[in-house]
């Protein structure tokens, strides 16, 4: 019997579509995520929020529509309308496998199925509302979901309103009154092309940042020491603007063998090495190695040992390098942004905000946020290096700055490295958190001078 193809059916079926798209985007979304893969390395564009949303949506909503031809005209539609998804699943993986980056249509694949069954199963349900009545919960329920999933997708979508520029450059100029430097590229004999600032003469301070940021946070401790010493900041491969060798695994080792090697092409010596967050155990690493290369050291709110899963960093590794982090920074750079502002105590004028978060903006940028955190925990062996290093540099005067504020990295640590470090002086800051130097940049300067006068 042909369908009659009113108002009233053509709503109808519009929102027996509508429905069944709320619930694939999640399951989508969730597939997306359960297939293994390095997380934020490992995870493909195509795959990201802003797209799969309208994707499952038009889907859902052809697909009720479909169906409903389906059973005007065939008494086993249900049957058919399933097997035409699945044919037509099976195309769009073959056409993925064609023209889709390598390993594609194999990570997408499990969320294609997982939503080719799903609507096969549910959209017959829903079309036939009689058999399943709504309740006035059911229905506050399902538009809620669906407000959320579109606030979610307008915050995608604005997450990337970046022009993605060539990042191997400078990507944006920076104001000269917000970081007046000169930025220079080194390009490293294993491949690696690294954007740095060497300011000022005299004895070297080197800079390590952590994550998510880059060389920029240190902007304001090199424009108050480099009239008196050289300093020199650089960012890793993957973060700000630096980019890493062909086949580059971006894991913590491989970022303290280039911070190694770019030492050497610029021949540091007698450097004092100052660092925060993943700067510690990079930097450290480094140092363990050559410890003949390095005078001194600065730390601040870092540590240099396997971190358990129990401990609150430890929960935090399993937490922001798990599903829900790389979801949040791959879909909206939220890792990056919730990060800095959550982790200074002021309030950063907008401009430096968008600076400090602009490098991860790019689609192709963000997945080194997302992979840090995990390493905190996967990253056993080279934090055994490192912690074994330690012993080299028992004999190095240490300058601690402390953020009590930061609960990733609590007393313990501050007291193991204590201990490490016999010949320390110490400074805590009661209101400070992880961004410590955004708050106390003036004192820290103070300190700095004051330690590197000291050791002559």
Same mark, same amino acid.
């Given at each position: 019997?042909?369908?009659?193809?009113?108002?009233?059916?053509?709503?109808?079926?519009?929102?027996?579509?509508?429905?069944?798209?709320?619930?694939?985007?999640?399951?989508?979304?969730?597939?997306?995520?359960?297939?293994?893969?390095?997380?934020?390395?490992?995870?493909?564009?195509?795959?990201?929020?802003?797209?799969?949303?309208?994707?499952?949506?038009?889907?859902?909503?052809?697909?009720? @529509?479909?169906?409903?031809?389906?059973?005007?005209?065939?008494?086993?539609?249900?049957?058919?309308?399933?097997?035409?998804?699945?044919?037509?699943?099976?195309?769009?993986?073959?056409?993925?496998?064609?023209? %889709?980056?390598?390993?594609?249509?194999?990570?997408?694949? *499990?969320?294609?199925?997982?939503?080719?069954?799903?609507?096969?199963?549910?959209?017959?349900?829903?079309?036939?509302?009689?058999?399943?009545?709504?309740?006035?919960?059911?229905?506050?329920?399902?538009?809620?979901?669906?407000?959320?999933?579109?606030?979610?997708? *307008?915050?995608?979508?604005?997450?990337?309103?970046?022009?993605?520029?060539?990042?191997?450059?400078?990507?944006?100029?920076?104001?000269?009154?917000?970081?007046?430097?000169?930025?220079?590229?080194?390009?490293?004999?294993?491949?690696?092309?690294?954007?740095?600032?060497?300011?000022?003469?005299?004895?070297?301070?080197?800079?390590?940042?952590?994550?998510?940021?880059?060389?920029?946070?240190?902007?304001?401790?090199?424009?108050?020491?480099?009239?008196?010493?050289?300093?020199?900041?650089?960012?890793?491969?993957?973060?700000?603007?630096?980019?890493?060798?062909?086949?580059?695994?971006?894991?913590?080792?491989?970022?303290?063998?280039?911070?190694?090697?770019?030492?050497?092409?610029?021949?540091?010596?007698?450097?004092?090495?100052?660092?925060?967050?993943?700067?510690?155990?990079?930097?450290?690493?480094?140092?363990?190695?050559?410890?003949?290369?390095?005078?001194?050291?600065?730390?601040?709110?870092?540590?240099?040992?396997?971190?358990?899963?129990?401990?609150?960093?430890?929960?935090?590794?399993?937490?922001?390098?798990?599903?829900?982090? +790389?979801?949040?920074?791959?879909?909206?750079?939220?890792?990056?942004?919730?990060?800095?502002?959550?982790?200074?105590?002021?309030?950063?004028?907008?401009?430096?905000?968008?600076?400090?978060?602009?490098? *991860?903006?790019?689609?192709?940028?963000?997945?080194?946020?997302? *992979?840090?955190? %995990?390493?905190?925990?996967?990253?056993?062996?080279?934090?055994?290096?490192?912690?074994?290093?330690?012993?080299?540099?028992?004999?190095?005067?240490?300058?601690? @700055?402390?953020?009590?504020?930061?609960?990733?990295?609590?007393?313990?640590?501050?007291?193991?490295?204590?201990?490490?470090?016999?010949?320390?002086?110490?400074? +805590?800051?009661?209101?400070?958190?992880? @961004?410590? @130097?955004?708050?106390?940049?003036?004192?820290?300067?103070? +300190?700095?001078? +004051?330690?590197?006068?000291?050791?002559?």
């Amino acid at each position: 019997m042909q369908m009659k193809w009113t108002r009233t059916n053509s709503v109808r079926i519009f929102v027996s579509g509508w429905v069944v798209s709320i619930f694939a985007v999640v399951f989508a979304n969730i597939a997306v995520e359960a297939f293994p893969h390095t997380r934020g390395l490992g995870f493909f564009s195509d795959l990201r929020y802003a797209l799969i949303t309208p994707l499952c949506f038009l889907s859902a909503i052809l697909s009720a @529509f479909l169906y409903e031809i389906l059973v005007s005209r065939y008494e086993r539609a249900k049957r058919i309308f399933a097997t035409i998804l699945f044919i037509f699943a099976g195309m769009i993986l073959l056409l993925l496998s064609l023209i %889709g980056p390598p390993g594609l249509a194999l990570a997408s694949g *499990f969320a294609v199925m997982i939503v080719t069954i799903f609507m096969a199963f549910l959209i017959p349900k829903f079309a036939e509302r009689k058999e399943i009545p709504l309740s006035f919960l059911r229905i506050v329920g399902i538009v809620l979901l669906s407000l959320i999933e579109v606030v979610a997708w *307008f915050g995608a979508v604005s997450s990337e309103r970046m022009n993605q520029q060539n990042v191997q450059a400078v990507g944006f100029e920076i104001p000269r009154g917000m970081f007046d430097v000169d930025h220079k590229y080194i390009d490293l004999p294993s491949g690696a092309r690294i954007h740095y600032v060497d300011e000022g003469k005299g004895e070297t301070i080197l800079f390590l940042h952590g994550n998510p940021a880059w060389s920029f946070q240190w902007r304001d401790l090199i424009l108050g020491l480099r009239n008196s010493y050289r300093c020199v900041t650089l960012d890793y491969p993957g973060f700000g603007f630096s980019e890493g060798s062909a086949g580059f695994g971006f894991t913590p080792r491989e970022q303290s063998l280039v911070v190694e090697e770019f030492i050497n092409q610029l021949e540091l010596r007698n450097i004092t090495l100052v660092m925060q967050d993943w700067g510690g155990p990079i930097g450290l690493g480094f140092a363990g190695r050559h410890p003949e290369l390095v005078r001194q050291v600065v730390l601040g709110s870092t540590w240099a040992w396997q971190t358990p899963t129990g401990t609150p960093r430890g929960r935090f590794s399993q937490i922001a390098g798990g599903p829900i982090g +790389e979801f949040v920074q791959m879909n909206f750079n939220g890792f990056a942004r919730l990060g800095i502002t959550n982790g200074i105590v002021r309030k950063l004028p907008p401009e430096v905000l968008d600076t400090y978060v602009r490098p *991860f903006r790019p689609l192709s940028r963000r997945g080194i946020a997302a *992979f840090y955190p %995990g390493q905190i925990t996967s990253a056993t062996e080279y934090f055994a290096e490192v912690e074994n290093g330690l012993s080299k540099l028992t004999d190095k005067q240490a300058l601690i @700055f402390w953020a009590l504020q930061d609960a990733g990295f609590p007393h313990e640590d501050l007291i193991r490295f204590q201990k490490t470090f016999s010949k320390n002086k110490t400074i +805590e800051f009661p209101d400070a958190n992880h @961004f410590f @130097f955004e708050d106390t940049a003036e004192e820290m300067i103070s +300190e700095i001078r +004051e330690f590197m006068e000291g050791g002559k």
